[in-house]
Structures are given as structure tokens and as C-alpha cells.
């Protein structure tokens, strides 16, 4: 037994070492097989993603985050020279269109009359000087604000003497010239709104106010003043509609302003993101079964800033490119924006 443990074992053991360091020297250095290069080279490839063209529903509805303000007042405006007679009502109160407020001691232009001279033959001479009294009525229903005349006090025809603030409100909206786009017609009301206010209400009168020249600074058409431009960008028009006399609102809250511009049913839709161009016209690239992109001229309908209709240029099952070549996946400004069912669009701050 001593042997075994003196002589054998040790020589056992040294014999398996070197069988287990054998093997690995085999394994790191001598492969029984070349690596096949193959499962080195990336396999994979990158094609552009692609849509089929189909049929569907695109709902036009524009929506706007609007403010709610107070009608513009009226200027009282003196209705001719000469000098303040009277004041019937004092600044604070209530007006009707049309009621007195003073009125305007006005000399007539010189006459002159006939006379009979020291040697008894007749003369002309000027007459004695006459007056007439011009009244100023109020221009609107509302609060006279101010009425800045007293008796006596010297005025001229068309010069500002008060103004009554009406009991009106207006809601307003800025609208970008892409927006603009998207009215094929011009809209007549909106839909306004107000978060904690009263239900959603028909907003009339809507007009569209031209954008004002950063240049000139000149006020947009239609009572609205267009809106200078953000961080030297296009020029947003003003959206203005006239709120109902039964609203009950106040100046300064926010309004959601929601413009329905139309629907077009069981038409051709595309994404908007697959369009070079996005209004009445534009370009496409059509992938055949080969995978070849050929541009495609498209005539657009109604989009709802997501997709847009198609009314010439493609058929039901065509293939196209879902972006444009070389240009975002996600179009400036939409950036974290998600269209909700009913064609609503919500963009995070």
C-alpha cells in the first residue's frame, strides 16, 4: 500500500494534468475545423419602410388653442367744430346705440345781408352770426368708458372725445400658414371649448385676418391684427369668431377652438410624411414588385395633418415609400404630437 501512495498515485495525477493541459494547447491553437468567416459579416439589411395605398376617412377638423377677449370699444368721435353746449350722460353709464350724448354749439358758415348806406342807396354787410347745435350719439350698446368733454370745451369733426366699451366677446386663435392650407374653403364659425366654463358653444363671424408684414408692422384685414413671427419663422394669421350674447364668459380664458373644414369618405389615403408637398399637389415614390422607386406627381384632397386624401396619381394596393427620401421621419413641429380618434391632434408641451 505504500507504494501505491509513494509512487503510483503521484504519477497518476501528473499523467492527467498533462492529458487536461494537452487538450486545452489543442483546443486554443489547433481547431479541428476553420471558422467559417461567414458568421462574422453583419446579415442583415435596411430597406425603407413602405405603405400600401387604401381606402378610408379623413376628417378635417382643425383644432386651435384660442383666448377669449373682450370686443374692441367704440370711439365717440365729435360730429362737428365748435364748442361743447351740453352733456346729457356722464362716463359709467349704460348706452344704446343712438342715445344723446352732448351736443355741439356749430357757427354757420358767414352770411350777409342787405342795408341801406348813409347815402341812401342799398349795401351789402355781414350778418350778425348764427349757430346750429350738432348732436353726438353713441356709436354701440354698451358702457360709456369714458367721455372726455365739458361745457364750452373747443372740439373738431371726427376728433375722439369718449369711448363705450361693448358687452361683446371675441375668441381668437393664431393659425400657421400650414394650417392654412388645410381650409380648402373658407369657414363661417368654430366650435369654441373653455375648460371649466360653460358647454361647448357655436362660435360665429369667423374671419381669417392677413398676417401683418414684420417690415411694415401694419395690422391684418378683418378687424384681426396678424401675429408677429416666433423665433423669426413664418407669420401666423388670427382666427376671430364672435361668441353668442347668452355665453357667459370672461376675458383672458383659454378656449379650444376646433374649425370643421369637411370629411371626405372612402377615399384614397396616404400618410403625410410619404408627400413632398402637402397642398393640392405633390410627390410620391412608388415601389414596384422589383423594389424600383419612381417618383409619382399625386393630386392631394383634405388632410387632417396626418394623412392626407389622394384624388389623382394612385390606385387601391399601390406600394410607396412611407417617408421621403432624405427627408425626417417625424415632419418639423410634430415632434411628440398624437392624433386621437375623430381626427383631434394632441402635441406635448
Same mark, same amino acid.
Given at each position: ?20 493541459? +494537452? ?38 377638423? %382643425? ?18 367744430? *365748435? ?10 353709464? @349704460? ?15 358767414? !352770411? ?12 351789402? &354787410? ?17 358702457? %360709456?368708458?369714458? %367721455? ?84 423669426? *419663422? ?17 376675458? *383672458? ?5 376646433? +374649425? ?8 384614397? &389615403? ?12 405633390? &410627390?410620391?415614390?412608388?415601389?414596384? !414588385? ?29 406600394? +410607396? ?23 383631434? @391632434?394632441?402635441?406635448?408641451?
Amino acid at each position: 500500500m505504500g507504494v501505491w501512495r509513494k509512487w503510483v498515485f503521484p504519477i497518476i495525477r501528473v499523467v492527467l494534468v498533462a492529458v487536461v493541459a +494537452i487538450a486545452l494547447v489543442k483546443l486554443a491553437f489547433f481547431p479541428d475545423r476553420a471558422e467559417d468567416d461567414s458568421t462574422l459579416q453583419p446579415g442583415g439589411s435596411l430597406a425603407a419602410p413602405q405603405v400600401v395605398v387604401a381606402t378610408g376617412t379623413v376628417t378635417n377638423d %382643425l383644432v386651435l388653442t384660442g383666448t377669449v377677449n373682450a370686443d374692441p370699444t367704440v370711439a365717440v368721435k365729435a360730429s362737428g367744430t *365748435g364748442t361743447v353746449d351740453e352733456v346729457f350722460v356722464a362716463a359709467g353709464s @349704460q348706452v344704446t346705440a343712438g342715445d344723446k350724448l352732448y351736443d355741439i354749439k356749430v357757427e354757420n358758415p358767414p !352770411a350777409t345781408v342787405e342795408e341801406t348806406g348813409p347815402d341812401g342807396q342799398p349795401m351789402t &354787410v355781414p350778418a350778425p352770426p348764427s349757430y346750429r347745435f350738432e348732436k353726438v350719439f353713441a356709436p354701440a350698446t354698451g358702457v %360709456l368708458s369714458s %367721455l372726455d368733454v365739458i361745457e364750452g370745451q373747443p372740439v373738431t369733426t371726427g376728433g375722439v372725445t369718449g369711448q363705450v366699451a361693448p358687452p361683446s366677446f371675441n375668441v381668437t386663435a393664431s393659425l400657421t400658414p400650414e394650417q392654412q392650407y388645410r381650409l380648402t374653403q373658407q369657414p363661417g364659425e368654430a366650435q369654441v371649448a373653455i375648460s371649466g366654463g360653460p358647454a361647448p358653444f357655436t362660435c360665429t363671424g369667423l374671419t381669417i385676418g392677413t398676417p401683418r408684414s414684420p417690415a411694415s408692422g401694419s395690422d391684418g384685414q378683418d378687424g384681426a391684427a396678424g401675429q408677429q413671427p416666433q423665433g423669426g *419663422g413664418a407669420t401666423a394669421a388670427t382666427v376671430r369668431c364672435a361668441v353668442p350674447g347668452d355665453v357667459r364668459v370672461f376675458p *383672458g380664458l383659454a378656449a379650444e377652438v376646433t +374649425i370643421q373644414a369637411g370629411t371626405a369618405e372612402n377615399v384614397l &389615403v396616404i400618410p403625410t410624411t410619404a408627400v413632398k408637398g402637402g397642398a393640392e399637389t405633390g &410627390v410620391v415614390w412608388l415601389v414596384d !414588385a422589383e423594389g424600383a422607386q419612381t417618383e409619382r406627381e399625386v393630386k392631394l384632397g383634405l388632410s387632417d395633418g396626418r394623412q392626407v386624401a389622394v384624388a389623382e396619381g394612385l390606385a387601391e394596393g399601390d406600394s +410607396i415609400l412611407e417617408f421621403v427620401p432624405g427627408a425626417p421621419a417625424v415632419p418639423a413641429g410634430m415632434e411628440g404630437c398624437e392624433l386621437l380618434p375623430g381626427g383631434m @391632434q394632441v402635441c406635448g408641451g
